[in-house]
């Protein structure tokens, strides 16, 4: 086989070489461009609820149920909980927001004795006639008193009343979730955070 020959087969077997290569690496180079050149960034999550990062641990407080009897020490702690925060009289969007809550954790089935209902009453603690009508095995407290003011600080009060809070096992607030929006989306993100979840 002559030079001239060999030097045709090199140069199309180097072609070859860089057009693979050109497959390979040019998607590898465009995602590497789009991401920190171009400062694309993908959906960091597909929660429905607003995420908190990083986590926002509650101090825990001395608290005390509606009939007086103190708080168990593992509140928020040990399982996933549901906190709705507001005040004791329970108006129409509380009322709407405890509905939501329950049916939410009932709506869990066989997952749902790992989900636990607080309920923070930051003043007129409590309705007590309505919660054990209701919401029976909700946990109703007092957390109108200055103990409670740094746990209750935690709570983000924009449109509190129309809140649910979703606490983990290790008693960090990690997520908001709108009453006003489906409870779907709720019941959803709940699934998520159960199945991927190792405590509580």
Not at 41 to 62: F, K, N, Q, W
Not at 84 to 96: M, P
Request: some cysteine; glycine content about 6%.
């Amino acid at each position: 086989m002559n030079t001239a020959v060999e030097s045709t087969m090199r140069k199309r077997n180097l072609r070859t070489i860089g057009l693979l290569a050109g497959i390979f690496f040019l998607p590898l180079a465009l995602s590497f461009y789009m991401y920190y050149g171009a400062g694309w960034r993908p959906a960091a999550s597909t929660a429905h609820g607003e995420l908190y990062s990083p986590a926002r641990p509650i101090p825990m407080a001395d608290l005390r149920t509606a009939k007086g009897e103190i708080a168990p020490p593992n509140l928020l702690t040990e399982k996933w909980a549901l906190v709705y925060v507001g005040d004791g009289v329970c108006d129409k969007a509380c009322e709407s927001a405890l509905y939501f809550m329950r049916q939410t954790r009932l709506s869990l089935n066989n997952e749902m004795t790992r989900v636990s209902r607080v309920f923070l009453a930051t003043a007129h603690c409590c309705n007590s006639a309505l919660l054990e009508r209701e919401h029976p095995g909700l946990i109703a407290l007092d957390a109108s008193g200055p103990e409670a003011t740094e746990m209750i600080a935690t709570f983000p009060q924009t449109d509190r009343a129309q809140s649910l809070f979703v606490v983990d096992p290790l008693g960090n607030l990690v997520m908001r979730y709108d009453t006003r929006d489906s409870p779907k989306g709720l019941l959803d993100d709940l699934k998520k955070l159960l199945k991927l979840s190792h405590i509580g």
